[in-house]
């Protein structure tokens, strides 16, 4: 029965999606006043994550309508498409996350995004407990029924040492098709590309109620592009060496 099929698994995005916007919808808006608070002090957001979750930090940085004060933390080795068995190991590897948050130095007004659907590897715990310890607020983009699902690698999980928790609510192994017994079809990336676009929505909101022009992106593919981002490029450059350009 394809039309059956066709239905059933947009029935279940959809469901998920306003599963995430009952259960994180306040928390959705903490995390925005996190992100203003930085922004308006000229801190930088750290995002970091690994894995298929490195779609996400992608997602945030250097991105239209994303905020240009986003700096990707990452170590090589989780990177997956050069040797994604590899990255598997790296991210359960002790050390590595406490690392790169070591080279990067955030400290106060910065800020750190965390993404990991399970939160229970060592490379995302560390980020984010080693970005608490130097006094920077952490949001954490996660899944409490992952989490809970999963297998235990750190004494403590992401959400543990986090300023903000945002539930995306993806189910333990990502899967959602066929309902039955799920083997394909995941739905992290779908689920916290939606979470974040609602926090951006939301730090709009609060920007323009306070009458704060934020620093973001316009696509390079529109009259006018190169040159709005220049001026970004010019300010962020030498404190996001990712950006480049010189």
């Known amino acids: 029965m394809p039309d059956a099929v066709l239905i059933e698994l947009p029935g279940r995005v959809r469901a ?49 309508g994303g905020l240009a004060a986003v700096r990707p933390i990452w170590d090589a080795g989780v990177f997956p498409l050069d040797d994604a068995v ?78 903000v928790v945002l539930d995306t609510r993806v189910p333990l192994g990502d899967a959602l098709h066929p309902p039955e017994a799920p083997r394909t079809a995941a739905a992290s990336t779908i689920l916290a590309a939606y979470t974040w676009a609602r926090v951006l929505a939301d730090l709009d909101d609060l920007a323009a109620a306070r009458g704060v022009e934020l620093p973001r992106w316009t696509s390079a593919n529109v009259p006018g592009g190169d040159e709005g981002n220049a001026a970004l490029l010019a300010r962020y450059r030498d404190r996001i060496p990712e950006l480049s350009g010189e």
């Open 16 to 64: 998920l999606l306003d599963d995430v916007d009952s259960v994180s919808g306040a928390a959705i808006g903490d995390a925005a006043a996190l992100l203003l608070e930085a922004v308006e002090a000229d801190g930088i957001v750290h995002v970091a994550g690994a894995g298929h979750s490195l779609a996400m930090v992608c997602e945030t940085f250097y991105r239209a």
């Open 86 to 163: 590899r990255s598997t190991r790296v991210e359960r590897k002790a050390g590595v996350g406490r690392a790169v948050v070591e080279a990067a130095a955030p400290a106060p007004p910065d800020v750190a995004v965390v993404f990991s659907t399970s939160g229970r590897n060592p490379y995302p715990v560390e980020v984010a407990e080693a970005c608490a310890a130097r006094g920077v607020p952490v949001v954490a983009v996660t899944s409490a029924r992952a989490s809970r699902g999963a297998a235990a690698r750190t004494p403590t999980s992401l959400a543990d040492h986090a300023t």
